[in-house]
């Protein structure tokens, strides 16, 4: 997909690696249309961004929501041709605790509620609009790339639900690229590994620096830049498709 001229929509762009993600897409000459809540800071970074971005507040969980922001991006840009689902929320309970009581069964609902099952909120009224683009030279109407997590393969204590949520999205990564293959739309994934984002942002700073060393090379936390930067390549590699990619230093997540 050639990113200049072209438009896309980043939902979690509020923050984090969605902020980052708009950001690097419009410097490479495309529109956007930044997704997420209402408290979020997505209409001030839409506003720093410029006339190229655009802010719409919307829950990924809602149809109606998601639909609209669908529709606002498609009327303000003329379609939508990258879908980079950064969306999501984290949760840390043991499957019993320490006092006896059970994972709260509202919290494991809710966690996979915004990370699977918005995601594939987002994919299918996305792709419901790129299938109607006229498709570029090599027959391409479009791009989805979705945010999965190393703990989907190595989810950490306490990590059962959100594990669970990004594993479906690996799960799911081959057979929606397979749905929409015939469309000319192309699936990926991206699983990062311990990356610099409000999810980390309340942790000391000597806890932040002692996570950052536990990753081989660079013995750091990721930068939501270098998400931006994959996001970017597999819009632009045609060959990438159905994949999900782990993007993590090298690190394999102990059990605590």
Do not use: W
Not at 62 to 87: H, K, M, Y
Not at 202 to 209: K, M, N, Q, S, V
Request: aromatic share 4%; charged share 20%; proline share 5%.
């Amino acid at each position: 997909m050639q990113i200049e001229g072209s438009s896309a929509l980043v939902t979690g762009a509020g923050s984090g690696l969605g902020e980052a993600t708009a950001r690097a897409i419009v410097k490479r000459g495309a529109r956007v249309t930044l997704l997420d809540l209402g408290g979020s800071r997505g209409a001030e970074i839409a506003a720093d961004i410029g006339s190229n971005a655009q802010f719409i507040e919307a829950d990924v969980t809602s149809e109606e929501q998601v639909t609209a922001a669908v529709d606002a991006a498609v009327g303000a840009f003329g379609e939508i041709r990258a879908l980079i689902n950064c969306a999501g929320i984290g949760s840390a309970l043991k499957t019993v605790g320490k006092d006896g009581k059970p994972f709260s069964l509202d919290v494991f609902r809710r966690t996979l509620e915004v990370n699977l099952v918005g995601t594939f909120n987002c994919i299918r009224l996305a792709a419901a609009k790129m299938v109607g683009n006229e498709p570029d030279e090599g027959g391409e109407r479009g791009v989805i790339v979705n945010t999965s997590s190393v703990a989907a393969f190595e989810g950490q204590m306490g990590q059962a639900a959100y594990s669970a949520s990004k594993g479906g999205i690996v799960s799911m990564t081959l057979p929606i690229a397979r749905d929409l293959s015939r469309n000319g739309i192309r699936v990926c994934s991206i699983a990062p590994g311990l990356f610099d984002t409000p999810l980390l942002k309340g942790l000391p700073e000597d806890a932040r620096e002692a996570l950052g060393r536990s990753i081989p090379f660079p013995p750091r936390l990721g930068r939501p830049p270098e998400y931006a930067l994959l996001a970017c390549h597999i819009l632009e590699n045609t060959m990438l498709n159905g994949e999900v990619i782990r993007l993590d230093g090298a690190i394999r997540m102990q059990p605590r």
